[in-house]
């Protein structure tokens, strides 16, 4: 998670100067930004499985996971893919979990090389299912060679570790849903060279599996949740000695499934009316831990721009403004001045995803933040624009509209 940055008006003519810096480069070597797929589809195969599909009238997650797979299967992942992006929405259906099914067939496709096939869409899911695959295969000895194919994970310079989010799924499920053995694999992923970002990346996943997953082996998760998800101990397990403390704050960031859970929420669709007392247990994290309370109603941000879009990850790029007011409204809903405000910088951290959704969006959040929020929105901003924005991340674009 991005700290606040302090020296906000320094780093604002720093930023400054390095896009002046960019354009002058680029009229100069003609830098090409962009990169075109120039991959031709079977358009009228989409459109022939896209009327199948309405025809269908699919409702839920697993007749959507069942249709889906059974695609891959027969027309290859890649194609169904494809398909998939350009389905009507789903109400309610996580389309980052759908990504993972249709990303577990490729792997039983291409194996390792799937990850070249995959792309960033459904937020990476499609990469992280492909470590996943390799860790079962070849076990815990694959983990140098699983950091290897991270790197050739698609998106943007954060593509990288967050390939490990993924990798935390299958190491849980890998370990039958143990938590402390998960901890330790973990931590054997971390590198001084991204600051052991890499562990941590993997504790979020295993938490969001542990919450939410059961999908490799259910009887072993519904037997082992228990001993670390409780309503009575809302904060669990990122409270507990298990976790190491370097990935608290990761634990912490996708602890909110559970919240909403443990507030009496509808996991599938939360009602805002449980937000307030979902938000109250990360009021008791002390105010000393402020790292793990950042993290805490930050994870709340990164739900709610979910959530604002009805799950539907396709439509990142198009928030209306209604839709980004209904995300401020509902980080308010903490009623505390900390939490609202790491609610808000948590969701325009999301929003912006690495740079890799469209800069304006993230923009246009931080612009329609209260007076007392703004500032601390656009320090985010720049943060994140700071540390992931290279040539050719549309550096020169994001400057332009600044």
């Known amino acids: 998670m991005i700290n606040v940055l302090k020296k906000n008006y320094f780093l604002v003519i720093v930023f400054v100067l390095v896009c002046i810096n960019f354009?002058?480069?680029?009229?100069?070597?003609?830098?090409?930004?962009?990169?075109?797929?120039?991959?031709?589809?079977?358009?009228?195969?989409?459109?022939?499985?896209?009327?199948?599909?309405?025809?269908?009238?699919?409702?839920?997650?697993?007749?959507?996971?069942?249709?889906?797979?059974?695609?891959?299967?027969?027309?290859?992942?890649?194609?169904?893919?494809?398909?998939?992006?350009?389905?009507?929405?789903?109400?309610?259906?996580?389309?980052?979990?759908?990504?993972?099914?249709?990303?577990?067939?490729?792997?039983?496709?291409?194996?390792?090389?799937?990850?070249?096939?995959?792309?960033?869409?459904?937020?990476?899911?499609?990469?992280?299912?492909?470590?996943?695959?390799i860790l079962f295969d070849k076990g815990e000895k694959a983990l140098s060679e699983i950091a290897d194919v991270c790197r050739k994970a698609p998106g943007g310079s954060g593509a990288y570790t967050m390939c490990f989010h993924g990798l935390g799924h299958g190491v849980l499920a890998y370990n039958d849903y143990n938590l402390e053995k998960t901890m330790k694999m973990c931590e054997k992923n971390g590198t001084s060279e991204f600051g052991f970002r890499e562990s941590s990346e993997c504790?979020?996943?295993?938490?969001?599996?542990?919450?939410?997953?059961?999908?490799?082996?259910?009887?072993?998760?519904?037997?082992?949740?228990?001993?670390?998800?409780?309503?009575?101990?809302?904060?669990?397990?990122?409270?507990?000695?298990?976790?190491?403390?370097?990935?608290?704050?990761?634990?912490?960031?996708?602890?909110?499934?559970?919240?909403?859970?443990?507030?009496?929420?509808?996991?599938?669709?939360?009602?805002?009316?449980?937000?307030?007392?979902?938000?109250?247990?990360?009021?008791?994290?002390?105010?000393?831990?402020?790292?793990?309370?950042?993290?805490c109603f930050g994870g709340f941000g990164k739900e709610f721009i979910v959530l604002a879009k009805d799950r539907d990850i396709r439509n990142m790029n198009n928030f209306t403004k209604e839709e980004l007011n209904k995300v401020h409204k509902w980080c308010a809903l903490s009623k505390l001045k900390d939490g609202e405000e790491f609610c808000m910088n948590s969701a325009v951290t999301s929003l912006f995803w690495g740079g890799e959704n469209n800069s304006q969006v993230a923009i246009d959040f931080c612009s329609s933040a209260s007076n007392v929020l703004q500032k601390s929105c656009f320090d985010v901003l720049l943060g994140n624009a700071h540390q992931y924005l290279t040539f050719e991340k549309s550096l020169s674009d994001f400057c332009q509209i600044l």
């Open 23 to 133: 354009f002058l480069i680029k009229s100069i070597f003609n830098v090409n930004l962009f990169k075109i797929n120039s991959s031709q589809k079977d358009v009228s195969s989409l459109s022939l499985d896209l009327t199948d599909f309405n025809s269908k009238n699919i409702k839920n997650f697993k007749e959507m996971s069942d249709y889906f797979s059974a695609l891959a299967e027969k027309r290859g992942a890649e194609y169904a893919f494809d398909l998939l992006k350009i389905i009507p929405p789903a109400s309610g259906i996580d389309m980052h979990l759908l990504g993972h099914k249709i990303g577990d067939v490729l792997y039983k496709q291409e194996g390792i090389n799937g990850i070249y096939k995959c792309t960033q869409d459904f937020r990476n899911a499609c990469s992280h299912t492909i470590v996943v695959g």
């Open 203 to 295: 504790v979020g996943g295993a938490i969001m599996e542990m919450i939410g997953g059961g999908f490799h082996d259910e009887v072993a998760w519904k037997k082992e949740r228990p001993k670390y998800i409780s309503n009575t101990n809302p904060l669990s397990p990122c409270s507990l000695d298990i976790v190491p403390k370097d990935a608290k704050e990761m634990c912490y960031a996708y602890l909110t499934p559970h919240l909403f859970e443990a507030a009496g929420a509808n996991l599938g669709n939360p009602n805002p009316i449980t937000f307030n007392k979902a938000f109250n247990f990360c009021d008791k994290i002390s105010s000393d831990d402020i790292s793990s309370r950042r993290a």
